[in-house]
């Protein structure tokens, strides 16, 4: 039986009784780059996240990490090189 959603009334708010967050298990690949999986099942998802240390963060340019993540997958045809 389908039941309509009652879009005028929010649902009720219930407390979080428990949080079970599986553990990571740690792989290192041949050359050595560490990577952590969590095995959550079967699903149809697959996340992948890289990580890097920004040695050349500056605070009085915070949207400049954010232009550079957007222009990341774009790549470039040729390589530019500066003196």
């Known amino acids: 039986m389908n039941q309509i959603l ?8 219930a407390d979080i009784q428990k949080i079970n967050v599986p553990q990571a298990k740690l792989y290192r690949l041949d050359n050595g780059i560490p990577v952590y999986a969590i095995n959550a ?3 149809d998802l697959v996340k992948v996240e890289f990580l890097f240390p920004n040695v050349d963060f500056n605070p009085k ?3 400049l990490n954010s232009a550079t993540n957007r222009m990341l ?11």
């Open 6 to 13: 009652d879009r005028l009334n929010p649902p009720q708010r």
């Open 41 to 43: 099942g079967f699903q």
């Open 61 to 63: 340019k915070p949207l």
């Open 73 to 83: 997958p774009r790549g470039q045809r040729s390589t530019i090189l500066s003196s």
